[in-house]
């Protein structure tokens, strides 16, 4: 991370740069105005098309503004920017095909069904005017009381009692673009927007990387991220640590390119895509603010306009802050005993960052005096030491405390997440940057990634660090994808140029080979999970089971995993009223199925009964329809252990239909 654009960089940056800030800034405002329809009942695509046109707009006025500008290329090189675009079509197939995660019961399937549901209704809240009209006595039956203070009808779904109406979990910005995707691509569009955010994020990598390390920095940065195995199995899914690390990326080099141009449309996409972090997860509004603060801190930030940062971010808040206070508010409250901490931190965030500029000056001056020089070579041979220390005491801690931690410390030691050599060139990287005289930019943009990545996981570790809530093994590395696998890549790519350059003339050869032995150890890591696809299969086998019903029918399903699994995409995906909860003898289920008859509704049982069902449901004769089976790949579920092998998902139930004897 020691090498630096050329000298004859213009202030204005290049033409390629404007474009990618015109998109962040454009995809921002679609994503807080969408959010803000989807809370009034009004989801659209229209105002993206909108935005993206004006951003359009935008850039080819900047661009006209900057074609001129001399000493600097209209475009970035030919050879780098081919090879930059084969990288990230690569990781496009790499990525390719995504899991079929519309099953319930796991935060992938709850995005895709809630942001197919999105698309639907045009709201967050999601109708169930059958089980609204059957009363108290059915909502009984179905819906059940969650840990906190709210109910639940399917998993990762609250029940609104007041408006009679299913909420999603997570009605964050991740559920928007789904249902976005959805609106243009149906169900396949809405399984390809974990590929589309992995690729970009990647790609906001490879900015921050070339601005960081010069040129093929970014072509460097964008594989070592993208290649992870981590990367890949997390731009499989539909989960927000992938959009947030996309968000991150591409406001730090958002906020980098402030810092070097002074440009009011860089403040505002960095102020934009930290702020937007605030819809994407409620602990990576943290992530966001703390590196809000120090791009008002880092140096270089005194003569540049702040106003476009503070107010990019001030509007993503905004917009965050109407969501959390209706319809996330579920979800808030039954973790409040985690998010006050962080709700804590983020006002002191705010409250101390004036007084953090005035300390900020002072030390400056300080630091200016004569005295001080003698004192700054050994305080940079220190700094350079002293976050190698503190990992290492991290780890320590972690593995004596066990459970959760401790599991995140043996896999850093066994190389699961960080080979030996990748931790080799990390630390090369960490090195160049704190005592080889790197440029404070540099210093700046590693100190936020340590120090995001350290808050990540602290967050987390409090949340699920007893031992009640350990979760599954490949799951829990969701942990690392916002902050520490982009922290670790251009830590890499840092500490590969850095041993490049201290080669004799005539080795740069080296360097390529370093690079391809990284990437074969991280596509050979990958093997496992790239030997299937995640529940291929699973959208035909829905498709096959609810075409045995018509839309609109009532499904009661028997308790069991395939039915909390089923009638999630069944209720979400295709229009069926589909309820887990069958109990025969319960009046509510008598009420629902009255219900569903008066409005014409036909009704049917789906488990596994093994008689006829009018032994069991007095007044009602029962038929049988089908028997109806799936067998979908899954990765093997550990928790003590990473997965090293495949198993399948087997699924089978019988269908009855049910008819009034009356």
């Keep these: 991370m020691t ?332 973790q409040m005993s985690s998010v006050q901490p962080l709700l804590a931190l983020m006002l002191a965030l705010v409250i101390a960052a004036p007084a953090l500029v005035l300390i900020r000056r002072f030390l400056s001056m300080v630091l200016a005096s004569r005295w001080s020089q003698a004192l700054r070579l050994p305080m940079r041979r220190w700094m ?28 850093l030691g066994n190389g699961l997440y960080l080979s030996p050599l990748d931790g080799a060139l990390a630390v090369a990287g960490l090195a160049a940057v704190w005592a080889l005289r790197g440029r404070p930019r540099h210093r700046w943009v590693a100190g936020v990634l340590i120090a995001t990545s350290v808050l990540y996981l602290a967050i987390y570790y409090r949340y699920l660090g007893t031992a009640d809530r350990i979760p599954l093994y490949l799951w829990a590395t969701r942990r690392l994808v916002p902050t520490v696998l982009p922290a670790l890549a251009l830590l890499e790519a840092g500490g590969m140029f850095w041993l490049t350059r201290q080669l004799p003339r005539g080795w740069a050869r080296a360097g390529v080979a370093i690079v391809a032995l990284v990437l074969t150890v991280r596509i050979a890591g990958a093997a496992v999970v790239r030997q299937h696809t995640e529940y291929q299969g699973a959208v035909a086998a829905v498709d096959r089971l609810a075409a045995l019903t018509e839309p609109g029918s009532l499904l009661l399903f028997e308790p069991s995993d395939t039915a909390i699994r089923l009638a999630t995409p069944l209720r979400y995906l295709r229009d069926r009223s589909a309820y887990v909860g069958w109990n025969p003898a319960a009046a509510g289920v008598h009420r629902l199925i009255e219900t569903a008859a008066e409005a014409g509704r036909p009704v049917y049982y789906l488990g596994y009964q093994p008689g006829p069902l009018s032994s069991t449901l007095t007044g009602y004769a029962s038929s049988f329809v089908a028997h109806w089976s799936a067998c979908l790949p899954e990765l093997e579920r550990t928790s003590a252990q990473p997965p090293g092998r495949w198993s399948n998902f087997p699924a089978r139930l019988d269908v009855y239909r049910l008819e009034s004897r009356r």
């Design 3 to 334: 090498a630096t654009p050329g000298p004859t960089e213009p202030p204005g940056g290049q033409p390629g740069e404007t474009i990618a800030v015109a998109i962040t800034i454009g995809l921002c405002l679609t994503g807080a105005g969408e959010t803000l329809l989807a809370l009034a009942g009004r989801f659209s695509p229209l105002p993206l098309l909108a935005v993206m046109l004006g951003a359009g707009m935008v850039t080819a006025l900047v661009m006209k503004g900057n074609a001129s500008l001399p000493g600097w290329p209209k475009r970035w090189p030919a050879l780098e920017t081919l090879i930059l675009g084969g990288t990230l079509a690569a990781l496009a197939a790499w990525f390719t095909p995504p899991a079929e995660f519309v099953l319930g019961g796991l935060d992938p399937g709850v995005y895709l069904n809630a942001g197919v549901a999105l698309a639907r209704s045009g709201s967050f809240w999601l109708p169930e005017p059958l089980l609204a009209q059957a009363g108290p006595e059915a909502r009984a039956v179905f819906v059940t009381q969650s840990v906190g203070l709210h109910s639940v009808l399917h998993p990762g779904f609250y029940w609104d009692e007041a408006v009679g109406a299913a909420t999603p979990q997570f009605p964050f910005l991740l559920t928007v673009w789904t249902g976005i995707a959805s609106l243009a691509a149906g169900v396949q569009g809405a399984l390809m927007v974990p590929v589309a955010i992995g690729v970009a994020a990647a790609g906001a990598g490879a900015l921050l990387g070339r601005r960081l390390l010069g040129p093929w920095g970014g072509v460097v940065t964008a594989a070592l991220l993208g290649f992870h195995t981590l990367e890949l199995w997390h731009a499989r899914l539909g989960l927000a640590e992938e959009l947030a690390q996309a968000m991150f990326l591409v406001g730090l080099w958002s906020g980098v390119r402030w810092l070097d141009t002074g440009r009011r449309d860089f403040g505002a996409a960095a102020g934009l895509a930290l702020g937007t972090l605030c819809l994407v997860k409620t602990e990576s509004a943290a992530v966001g603010l703390i590196a809000v603060v120090a791009l008002l801190l880092a140096p270089g930030a005194g003569g540049r306009a702040k106003t476009p940062l503070v107010l990019g971010w001030a509007l993503s808040a905004a917009v965050a802050g109407t969501l959390y206070a209706t319809a996330v508010r579920p979800l808030v409250l039954d």
């Design 384 to 411: 350079a030491v002293a976050p190698l220390l503190l990992v290492m005491a991290a780890l320590a801690l972690l593995e004596t405390r066990g459970g959760y931690a401790g599991r995140f410390a043996r896999a």
